[in-house]
């Protein structure tokens, strides 16, 4: 991946959107649930894609992001566990007629619930939704909890995707973010993953973490070159600690600089790309042959808040504490505190807290920015037959604004659309944002560094 000189690095160091929506959860507001049911009503039969949150985990890593609850008192997991198959109960009235495809369990951390528990969980789930016989059946797993007996467990309850949290390798790093773990426990997971049969195997490593340097991440990625998963998550790590109280305890005098942050994750992206990964979207890798990078080489990829997936076809169905729905144009999330999430479902027999109804301009200019996002190129003509307009004129703006970017080396235009060189890969979130009419308003502080 091409580098950048420092003083044009400079002008990207800004804060902004990792674009899993557009508009991003800071747009959604005061919502009636009767348009959700009404627009359920009305769209087509699309197959559904299920994400379920279990926001417990047993202890605090100091970086992390998630909506997430730290607590030994595992009992709170049966009292969650009533209130989410409730929701099921409730919001399963409203897709009858639609098969689900994709179901994923995240977190927090799933297996925080005992195998009974996940064994109710998704005999209720079947009960409830048609599940395809080839749907994907994916769960986030903390390697630290997870044992070869719980996994064959996994296995036969449907799961067929595994993503597993490591971060790092770097024992220096693991104790400054509170996330000690063993390596060959991993290596021993993947192996029997994979004779158990599941049929994708997925880590998670985050940059931009204490101490370190494009050199020890380098060792981390070897090691994960040797497991060979079938993808893999590079996460720039997103230090916001007046938002995530935690990460006050990370010694800010620790991070690598943007300019470290850009080399670690050139480094990682040539060493990967060197043995059979494709660079997948601005934080994914995945094998040649696997489905996302097929989808990515068919311009089928789709992003959501799950991230880059192949399931660009579904509707899809947020359950849990804060999960977030996009369904046939809305966006809607549930309480994001786990009491106010308990409330609602007492009261009002759901969860739903605040949500959006998207704009026609909205639609189109989450098109362009998946376009970018996903394929690193536009095409003009692809936008003007979808939504009728003439692109140039419609975005006569942006185009200018673009045209920076263009003389800083980030991308191309012509006139029939624009191509994001490999140096604009890394801030193609700051090129996504010029195309977001309501960044200007919206608080930038609000999102992390896109370097
Ligand atoms: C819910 S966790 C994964 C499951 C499990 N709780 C675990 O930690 O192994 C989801 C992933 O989000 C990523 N993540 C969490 N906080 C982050 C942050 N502040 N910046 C970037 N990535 C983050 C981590 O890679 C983590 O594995
Ligand atoms: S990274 Fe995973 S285990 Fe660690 S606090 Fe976050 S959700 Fe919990």
């Known amino acids: 991946m091409a580098a950048m000189a420092a003083p044009a690095l400079r002008k990207y160091h800004l804060n ?9 959860a800071l747009q959604l507001d005061d919502f009636n649930p009767e348009l959700l049911k009404q627009r359920c009503q009305q769209a087509d039969a699309k197959p559904l894609s299920l994400y379920l949150h279990v926001p417990f985990c047993h202890s605090l890593c100091y970086y992390c992001g998630c909506n997430k609850q730290i607590t030994r008192q595992t009992h709170k997991a049966q009292v969650y566990l009533d209130y989410l198959m409730r929701e099921i109960t409730q919001r399963y009235q409203l897709f009858t007629e639609r098969s689900v495809t994709q179901i994923h369990f995240g977190g927090g951390t799933p297996t925080y619930l005992s195998d009974e528990q996940l064994t109710r969980l998704m005999a209720h789930v079947r009960q409830c939704f048609e599940v395809t016989d080839d749907a994907e059946v994916s769960i986030e797993i903390d390697p630290r909890q997870m044992t070869l007996p719980r996994l064959k467990h ?10 597993i949290g490591v971060q790092d390798f770097d024992k220096k790093v693991q104790k400054a973010v509170n996330r000690v773990q063993d390596e060959e426990h991993i290596v021993e997971l993947v192996r029997f993953a994979r004779e158990l049969g599941f049929a994708s195997v997925s880590l998670d490593l985050i940059y931009g973490l204490p ?8 060792d981390s990625v070897n090691k994960v070159l040797k497991i060979r998963p079938d993808r893999l998550s590079v996460f720039n790590y997103a230090h916001m600690p007046e938002k995530f109280a935690a990460q006050r305890r990370i010694d800010e005098q ?5 300019a470290e942050r850009m080399a670690i994750f050139s480094l990682a992206s040539e060493l990967l790309c060197a043995q059979g990964y494709v660079c997948i979207g601005m934080d994914h890798f995945a094998l040649e042959d696997d489905e996302l990078a097929r989808a990515q080489r068919h311009g089928s990829l789709h992003r959501n808040f799950q991230g880059y997936t192949t399931q660009g076809d579904c509707d899809l169905l947020g359950l849990g504490v804060s999960a977030i729905s996009q369904i046939n144009g809305l966006i809607v999330q549930n309480e994001k505190v786990l009491k106010h999430y308990y409330q ?13 109804a998207l704009t026609e301009d909205d639609r189109l200019r989450a098109e362009v920015i998946k376009q970018l996002i996903c394929h690193f190129h536009l095409s003009y003509a692809h936008i003007e037959k979808a939504f009728h307009i003439q692109f140039e004129a419609y975005f006569a703006k942006e185009i200018e604004r673009l045209k920076a970017m263009m003389a800083d080396g980030l991308l191309s235009m012509s006139s029939t659309g624009i191509q994001v060189t490999d140096a604009g890969r890394s801030l193609i979130r700051a090129i996504c944002m010029q195309f977001d009419r309501y960044l200007p308003q919206s608080r930038q502080q609000a999102f992390s560094r896109i370097i």
């Not at 101490?211 to 380098?218: L, R, T, W």
Request: proline share 7%; aromatic share 14%; hydrophobic share 35%.
């Open 16 to 24: 902004g959107p990792r674009y899993t929506s557009y508009p991003t």
């Open 154 to 163: 996994l296995f036969e309850l449907g799961f067929n995707r595994l993503s």
């Open 211 to 218: 101490h370190q340097s494009a050199a020890s991440f380098a």
């Open 254 to 258: 620790t991070l690598p600089d943007s």
């Open 344 to 356: 609602a479902m007492d009261k009002k027999g759901e969860a739903l807290a605040k949500g959006y």
